[in-house]
Nanobody
Framework: QVQLVESGGGLVQAGGSLRLSCAAS????????IGWYRRAPGKQRELVAG???????NYADAVKGRFTISRDNAKNTMSLQMNSLKPSDTGVYFC?????????????WGQGTRVTVSS
């Protein structure tokens, strides 16, 4: 089992920055890939940024050049640095970890942290 707890959301004006953090606990050694997702108002949850098991980074087109995902294995944390925020970035952000145990993948989610960008 892996537990994830996000922090760092809040209200910010357009053009501002926020840094989201996600602390992992439990069987963190089994974590393979990680990612940040968001659920905008009235929309389905979508991938914002991720780090694959091989270390490759991928970003949604809408956030490329503005958001940076990072992972600190020693501290069992992952972060999402969000710059040049837009009102369209508003939503609830979730961190996700995919763990592999005995060849089976398990997906874990944090409780979400709300980000509101005002115009």
């Amino acid at each position: 089992q892996v537990q994830l707890v996000e922090s760092g959301g809040g209200l910010v004006q357009a053009g501002g920055s926020l840094r989201l953090s996600c602390a992992a606990s439990g069987s963190t050694f089994s974590i393979n890939a990680i990612g940040w997702y968001r659920r905008a108002p009235g929309k389905q949850r979508e991938l914002v940024a991720g780090i694959s098991s091989g270390g490759s980074l991928n970003y949604a087109d809408a956030v490329k050049g503005r958001f940076t995902i990072s992972r600190d294995n020693a501290k069992n944390t992952m972060s999402l640095q969000m710059n040049s925020l837009k009102p369209s970035d508003t939503g609830v952000y979730f961190c996700n970890a995919v763990a592999v145990v005995a060849g089976t993948e398990y997906s874990y989610w944090g409780q979400g942290t709300r980000v509101t960008v005002s115009s």
